[in-house]
């Protein structure tokens, strides 16, 4: 004979976790590791319908939307694995210099026509790309900001505090660099810059009074334990918003062989993330289509809280108003 839903183990294991956090509780390696050995759908189901309330709790029914813009492509000189824009591999990407600042501003105006709430210049390289780009990018951002249609953030590299700082003074709100992995496995994706550059960037964002955007890219290769771990790691590093991305193979890189995830499985980890920062926006960005597929719109039931629309770097998204339409149709905004 069956065992009734509220006698169920994990039933209950999720239910007295959700109190726990609803009660401003943490969540503890242990248990993040109990969510992660999820595997049946009727448990992914359940840990998602979970997951939607702490969202509900923290959050509300609002889905942030943020997009961006290419704003300098390719010739990059870091080895990340997973990167279109390395030039240490031939993947056929298109290159171009920092764009001029009226068009920056001008994709800027086009996001906010489209309902975007955030807006970000991103450009590809180590850092700013020399003192006369970092000074265009400051004005791009400078203007964004003076118009007010939309918040303006960045993603220009490995920076130091006193860049930071202008990035600032010039209207910057928030500073996105991500952590791309967990530590324990960064080596086995870049080896032309560590770990420890990255979360120093962060650092340094925080000392300067911006807000940090920081997340990765599941699906490199990593272990179980390291998603885990690099959950955790944002945790510690305290940053907003957590921008998770799901590898979409490109060919010419090392890991254009690299299987997808099932999208039950990235709906166990959005809700694993969810449960871990309940209080920091979990935003889905690059790989969602090609991975999701059909179960897209459970990214939101699933925990996340915010979506990145419109194209990505290298790639092409969807049309932003499908997005729209989906997250109304599941009674958000």
């Given at each position: 004979?069956?065992?009734?839903?509220?006698?169920?183990?994990?039933?209950?294991?999720?239910?007295e976790?959700?109190?726990?956090?609803?009660?401003?509780?943490?969540v503890?390696?242990?248990?993040?590791?109990k969510i992660?050995?999820?595997?049946?759908?009727?448990?992914?189901?359940?840990?998602?319908?979970?997951?939607?309330?702490?969202?509900?709790?923290?959050?509300?029914g609002?889905?942030?939307?943020?997009?961006?813009?290419?704003?300098?492509?390719?010739?990059?000189?870091?080895?990340?694995?997973?990167?279109?824009?390395?030039?240490?591999f031939?993947?056929?990407?298109?290159t171009?210099?920092l764009?001029?600042?009226?068009?920056?501003?001008?994709?800027?105006?086009?996001?906010?026509?489209?309902?975007?709430?955030?807006?970000s210049?991103?450009?590809?390289?180590?850092?700013?790309?020399g003192?006369?780009?970092?000074?265009?990018?400051?004005?791009?951002?400078?203007?964004i900001?003076?118009?007010?249609?939309?918040?303006?953030?960045?993603?220009?590299?490995?920076?130091?505090?006193?860049?930071?700082?202008?990035?600032?003074e010039a209207?910057?709100?928030?500073?996105?660099?991500?952590?791309?992995?967990?530590g324990?496995?960064?080596?086995?994706?870049?080896?032309?810059?560590?770990?420890?550059?990255?979360?120093?960037?962060?650092?340094?964002?925080?000392?300067?009074?911006?807000?940090?955007?920081?997340?990765?890219?599941?699906g490199?290769?990593?272990?179980?334990?390291?998603?885990?771990?690099?959950?955790?790691?944002?945790?510690?590093?305290?940053?907003?918003?957590?921008?998770?991305?799901?590898?979409?193979?490109?060919k010419?890189?090392?890991?254009?062989?690299?299987?997808?995830?099932?999208?039950?499985?990235?709906?166990?980890?959005?809700?694993?993330?969810?449960?871990?920062l309940?209080?920091?926006?979990?935003?889905?960005?690059?790989?969602?289509?090609?991975?999701?597929?059909?179960l897209?719109?459970?990214?939101?039931?699933?925990?996340?809280?915010?979506?990145?629309?419109?194209?990505?770097?290298?790639?092409?998204?969807?049309?932003?108003?499908?997005?729209?339409?989906?997250?109304?149709?599941?009674?958000?905004?």
């Open positions: 004979m069956k065992k009734g839903i509220k006698e169920d183990k994990t039933y209950v294991f999720l239910q976790l959700t109190d726990r956090v609803l009660g401003g509780n943490a503890s390696l242990e248990e993040a590791e992660a050995g999820l595997s049946s759908q009727v448990d992914i189901v359940s840990l998602m319908s979970f997951a939607n309330m702490v969202r509900n709790q923290f959050h509300g609002h889905i942030n939307r943020c997009a961006i813009v290419n704003a300098r492509s390719g010739t990059c000189s870091e080895d990340c694995r997973f990167c279109a824009q390395s030039a240490a031939a993947t056929g990407v298109e171009y210099p764009l001029a600042q009226d068009e920056m501003v001008r994709a800027a105006d086009e996001a906010a026509e489209q309902d975007v709430h955030r807006f210049i991103v450009t590809s390289g180590r850092g700013a790309g003192k006369k780009a970092f000074e265009e990018m400051c004005a791009a951002i400078a203007e900001a003076r118009k007010g249609k939309v918040l303006p953030c960045a993603s220009l590299g490995i920076l130091n505090g006193e860049e930071m700082g202008l990035l600032r209207g910057l709100k928030r500073y996105h660099h991500n952590l791309e992995t967990a324990s496995f960064f080596p086995e994706v870049c080896t032309t810059h560590s770990f420890e550059d990255r979360t120093a960037t962060i650092r340094a964002a925080h000392d300067q009074g911006l807000e940090v955007c920081a997340g990765g890219i599941l490199l290769g990593e272990s179980v334990q390291q998603r885990i771990e690099m959950a955790f790691q944002l945790r510690e590093l305290e940053v907003v918003s957590v921008p998770l991305n799901f590898l979409s193979p490109i010419g890189t090392p890991l254009e062989h690299m299987p997808g995830m099932g999208p039950l499985e990235i709906l166990k980890y959005i809700a694993l993330y969810r449960f871990v309940p209080g920091r926006e979990i935003r889905i960005c690059g790989g969602r289509e090609r991975n999701l597929k059909t897209q719109p459970l990214m939101y039931i699933a925990g996340a809280n915010g979506v990145m629309v419109g194209n990505y770097l290298t790639t092409s998204g969807r049309s932003i108003d499908i997005d729209i339409e989906e997250i109304h149709d599941l009674g958000l905004l």
